[in-house]
């Protein structure tokens, strides 16, 4: 739980809707109290990602001062990826697709999503994963790892 001291929720902010509309669980009270801070709920919760997904924006929010105790960030992760899974992601449309897009769905830096869109906007639409993979500042092997979540 190296990352637990650290954590940044994602701004999983509960302040625009009624807390009721999150899905019950452990953790639920907590994603409340924490996200709140900085986020409305339809911005936070409309992300689905994978552990490592959430980990990575959980990290970026305590670094912007999201605060909690480590056991609260632990309840608030473990609640994120059950209720929040990637695999409810629909694909990402790498020719259409916002930088918050690319970023979420595709669990990318927002150095790497300004930089897909970048080659896109000069080079024009991708037709393949190949084409895809040599968007400078994009890692071949990590877009061939999350292919199944893009689309053309």
């Known amino acids: 739980m190296f990352f637990m001291n ?25 994603t409340q109290k924490i996200c709140s801070q900085c986020h409305e709920l339809e911005r936070s919760v409309s992300l689905r990602q994978d552990r490592d997904g959430w980990k990575t924006t959980m990290n970026k929010m305590v670094a912007l001062g999201a605060e909690g105790t480590e ?35 595709l669990t990318l830096r927002r150095s790497q999503a300004a930089a897909l869109i970048a080659y896109r906007t000069k080079t024009g639409s991708f037709k393949s994963i190949e084409d895809l993979k040599k968007a400078p500042g994009l890692d071949p092997a990590y877009i061939e790892s999350k292919k199944d979540r893009i689309a053309f």
């Open 71 to 105: 056991a609260d960030f632990g309840l608030v992760f473990e609640y994120l990826v059950r209720s929040y899974p990637a695999e409810q992601v629909p694909k990402v449309n790498v020719n259409t697709a916002s930088a918050i897009e690319l970023e979420a769905g």
């Open 6 to 30: 650290r954590l940044l929720l994602l701004g999983l902010g509960l302040s625009g809707i009624a807390v009721a509309q999150l899905p019950e669980g452990p953790g639920k009270q907590e």
